[in-house]
């Protein structure tokens, strides 16, 4: 059962990043769909980190306590302040180790 | 062709593809803990060693990965964790549409084989790469996105081999607050993409109905919030006919923060947004 998953999520997301590559495959998506999918990175990878910042065990955990919030703000506050990635994510992770 | 001028195409190729590598680099470091908790957490949730250096080797998707364990771990059938999986890459269509100028043209090995490497970081790099007033129709290099994705390819499977291993003896890998490596790496790739308001609704929606379910321990938390991130989005663009107006809102509308005005409303005008520039080269295309 396990290799079916890995198998069939492997089929799943190679289609997805070579399908519009294909130069045979006549494929016009529409106006109104691309810019649907236009808003498919921010909206998922935002629904996956906001759980592990805002309910790292389980529960809600708005509080200077949870390091989770404040190293986020900090790597919040840096990627707008400096739109540098390595920057952001070895910082922000940086702070979050010592907090920890 | 001479033997000089074949050895200086080689030099080439192997130039850009370091390059590439080089490039892909920074990322590829901070995959590292990401990777090592797609490794640990495999083994945790019951994989075999192999099955879990499988996932990495395979499916080749972090984000994907990562909740289909959780998936799995909480017993969810395979019919769920496919369509949480298709929701989550779907995004690639979209890289994929954006880089279809550069790539359709090539054969067909370099198609499968870039189109296997294509992720959210050979996305950035092989942007980043020309950017300016240029953008990616111009000296698209295929041996500078191989040594991207390939490098990117084997830090991402050394990493998830490193958490395998570290898995096997110390427990509660899962505790170290590894996690946190992914919020990071999302949190530094999504604030640079809310150009206009109309994404930083759909981010906000996304970000307050994924932690409402998350406390209430709804499993389908992940496809209600990015679907109805991504409607609120677009809705929002359409309510306020925000394409046509972009730049005003930028300036006018934008009351998150005071020094932020000029420097929003110049990345605005300087790079072309990603679904405008995917229409561009859907014109091109057809």
């Known amino acids: ?38 808003y498919s990175a921010p909206a998922v990878l935002t629904a996956i980190l906001a759980p592990i910042v805002f309910v790292p065990e389980g529960q809600l955990a708005i509080s200077v306590h949870n390091p989770y919030l404040t190293c986020a703000l900090v790597a919040t506050v840096l990627a707008y302040v400096t739109r540098n990635t390595l920057l952001t994510t070895v910082l922000s992770m940086g702070l979050f180790f010592i907090l920890y | 062709m001479s033997a000089t001028e074949s050895i200086s195409v080689t030099t080439t190729k192997t130039k850009s593809f370091l390059a590439g ?33 499988a996932m990495s080797a395979i499916i080749f998707a972090g984000s994907a990965q990562l909740v289909a364990l959780g998936m799995i771990k909480a017993g969810i059938g395979i019919g769920s ?68 994705g390939l490098t990117f390819y084997i830090g991402w499977n050394i990493a998830t081999l490193l958490g395998i291993v570290a898995g096997q003896s110390i427990d509660n ?68 006919n925000e394409d046509s107006k972009v730049s005003a809102a930028s300036n006018s509308k934008n009351d998150h923060s005071d020094s932020a005005s000029s420097e929003h409303a110049h990345s605005v005008t300087a790079h072309s947004d990603t679904s405008r520039s995917v229409a561009a080269h859907k014109d091109k295309n057809v």
Not at chain 2, 127 to 133: E, I, K, L
């Open chain 1, 1 to 38: 059962m396990t290799w079916l998953i890995i198998l069939s999520m492997a089929a799943v997301v190679f289609v997805s990043r070579h399908l519009l590559l294909e130069p045979k495959l006549p494929i016009r998506l529409s106006k109104n769909t691309l810019t649907f999918l236009s």
């Open chain 2, 173 to 240: 890998l899962g505790e170290l607050g590894l996690d946190f490596a992914i919020a990071a790496t999302f949190i530094a790739l999504v604030v640079p993409t809310v150009k206009k308001p109309s994404i930083l609704v759909c981010v906000v929606v996304s970000l307050t109905l994924a932690v409402v379910c998350a406390v209430f321990a709804i499993q389908a938390g992940l496809l209600i919030a990015a679907i109805s991130g991504m409607a609120a989005g677009m809705g929002y663009a359409k309510f306020t």
């Open chain 2, 81 to 148: 964790i496919l369509i949480t999986t298709l929701l989550i890459t779907s995004r690639h269509l979209l890289y994929a549409m954006a880089m279809r100028t550069h790539i359709s043209p090539l054969p067909l090995k370099w198609r499968l084989g870039l189109g296997f490497l294509l992720t959210d970081e050979l996305f950035a790099i092989a942007n980043q790469a020309h950017h300016g007033d240029k953008p990616i129709q111009h000296q698209f290099d295929r041996w500078y996105a191989l040594g991207g």
């Open chain 2, 21 to 53: 590598g080089l490039a892909v680099m920074p990322l590829t470091i901070a995959v590292i803990p990401w990777g090592i908790l797609a490794g640990s957490f495999a083994l945790e949730v019951g994989l075999t060693a192999v099955e879990s250096q």
